[in-house]
């Protein structure tokens, strides 16, 4: 028989092809197969691998987010507080600078200083 090519150069009639070379072919394909069964294998293992990797990423950034939200909960309590305090100290400065802005706040304030001293004094034993 004489075998035709097609216009890709692949040999379209199967009884073209020598049984010697077919019969060589065999035990190699096998072997091919093989190792393409053990690769076939390992890409599995490796898939399997990276898909729990990937569900831990996933997990860990679920947590990470849970975590962020929850400190700027926090963050934003905290502003309310220091805003609050805030307000606060500076009234009290406000109070103060009434007090201290004039000569006889300055001399109240001098008369509570020597009347705390005393205290003390009298309260510690041995009035010393």
């Not at 040999?11 to 035990?27: G, K, Y």
């Not at 805003?83 to 300055?106: F, H, M, P, V």
């Amino acid at each position: 028989m004489t075998g035709k090519r097609s216009s890709s150069g692949v040999i379209t009639n199967v009884s073209e092809i020598p049984a010697q070379r077919a019969s060589v072919e065999e035990p190699n394909a096998e072997k091919e197969v093989q190792k393409l069964h053990a690769i076939v294998t390992n890409l599995r293992a490796d898939r399997d691998c990276f898909a729990s990797l990937l569900e831990n990423c996933v997990e860990n950034y679920d947590s990470a987010t849970e975590l962020i939200q929850l400190m700027q909960r926090e963050i934003s309590q905290l502003q309310v507080q220091k805003n609050y305090l805030q307000r606060e100290n500076n009234e009290y400065r406000r109070k103060l600078s009434k007090i201290t802005d004039t000569w006889y706040g300055r001399c109240a304030l001098q008369c509570y200083r020597f009347l705390r001293r005393v205290k003390r004094k009298l309260a510690s034993p041995g009035g010393k």
